[in-house]
């Protein structure tokens, strides 16, 4: 495996066909759309008009591997083995992916001909939706680490967050509606009770949103959709290591045990809606 | 107390003196460099050539008030209460402070007479060390939130990381060395024993830095420097609410208790040199 820039092989290189790619060393495997493994992650990707991507040039939400007949049709789930596994390494370790747009993907960003290598992008989620054939399909967002370099055309706004290979961001919002539902709780993670305390006598606690904010998830910032979790947890929820029943239940995903009931505060309703859409994303 | 942007004043904006400042709500008392408080945090500071201040435009150590004489010499340690304390709950929350230039800083970034309000900054960092006086000095690092509004003149390099108020940013690092240790460790946290694991069969730690990398402190990225940490430690340790000893136990700083030995692995040798860093930046 060889995660990251390949030597020799600037972004913007365009290619005439996988022979090509597979030479320099960018995709190594042909006529796959994904080259990697559950081990040691997916190391490139082909955007190329297949399954039902959504490219905006530096996000983009591409689609896992898997389930079709010859003829292309999908006629079962994908499965999160192989490089839609190693996707999830990549998230977990922060590993960037090499992306390749190939000509039939989304007019605006791709080559009229061959296979331009993109750079590196971060994957920034992974999760599990049905298709419009009720199949579930794995699905991924992406984000150019470097937008100058990633993407070889213009026109391409907002400008994402720079970051450098290697570094993984965790966002954390932190607004009034968060510091209320935080100071609620006392700063006491609804899930585990741990409460921490910085010098100073700061408490410190994180406000977790349950759907997502934000494309393509498009949950709500409102106190619904907003947990008082530390750290630890924010993180498990994020990925999906737990999730919430419809009595509000925390469920270890992993082991699928039970690990007790999220702490309440009369004061806090949660909305259903946004749990439920949470599990969605995992499977559960 | 008013944390955030002040309605009507706009980046770039002067004022002749404290007085104007004071009028519109920008700087709100008279002749003081810091202006917040241990419970809400600090929501403005003035940077006028005082201390020692480093200012890089974008990028700014900032030291706290206090123990100086009528004359302006240092007589005594800064304490960690009032604006220098509301600092912590800043970092702590994710509250951005207003900067505020005059003319006697740094010539580079500083208006020729009056105040320039310069926008809205993260404190990065909040940590203790003695001046060349040999007292301590609270010190802070601060980042432009909106780079381009930030500083009024031109020349500024490099661009940092984009973030919108409210956002908290942790900067997770992971490279092949980082990997590498905790790899060794099983992901298994050196402080609580936790290991975390992701859908996927995935597991998730963190390589945390004991001395921080870049500027100011300059750590280095070598296994020494490194341990593999919970999310949660991570953040304990970034930010003083624990410590080592020389012969690495673990100490609660906010109790100071111990918490046990760091967990060892034979083939990982930990720098005390860094160890010592991390006290000292925190007092311990």
Chains 1, 2 share one sequence.
């Not at 999730?243 to 045990?257: E, H, N, Q, R, S």
Request: glycine share 14%; aromatic share 8%.
């Amino acid at each position: 495996m060889a995660i990251g820039s390949v030597p020799g092989v600037a972004p913007g290189a365009v290619f005439p066909d996988y022979a090509a790619m597979i030479a320099v060393g960018l995709h190594r495997q042909h006529n796959v759309g994904m080259v990697g493994g559950a081990k040691n992650g997916t190391e490139s990707i082909v955007l190329n008009g297949g399954y039902d991507d959504v490219d905006s040039g530096d996000q983009i939400i591409y689609t896992g591997f898997g389930g079709r007949d010859s003829a292309g049709q999908q006629i079962a789930d994908q499965e999160w083995k192989g490089a839609n596994a190693g996707m999830r390494v990549n998230l977990a370790h922060g590993l960037p992916v090499r992306v390749i747009r190939g000509p039939n993907g989304e007019k605006a960003y791709s080559p009229p001909a061959g296979y331009r290598y993109d750079g590196l992008y971060s994957v920034e989620e992974a999760w599990e939706k049905p298709g419009p054939h009720g199949f579930l399909m794995c699905r991924f967002r992406l984000e150019a680490l470097d937008p100058a370099a990633g993407v070889a055309v213009a026109g391409i706004s907002p400008p994402p967050i720079r970051r450098v290979a290697g570094t993984t961001l965790r966002r954390v919002r932190d607004t009034a509606m968060t510091r209320r539902i935080k100071a609620l709780y006392k700063f006491r993670c609804q899930m585990c009770a741990t409460t921490m305390t910085l010098p100073g006598g700061v408490s410190y606690a994180e406000g977790a949103h349950i759907r997502p904010l934000g494309k393509p998830h498009d949950g709500d910032d409102v106190e619904g959709n907003v947990l008082c979790l530390c750290p630890n947890d924010h993180l498990l929820l994020d990925r999906g290591a737990v999730f919430l029943t419809d009595k509000l239940a925390v469920i270890d995903g992993i082991t699928g045990t039970l690990r007790g009931p999220l702490r309440p505060a009369p004061a806090h309703s949660i909305d259903v809606d946004c749990v439920r859409y949470h599990r969605g994303m995992f499977g559960y």
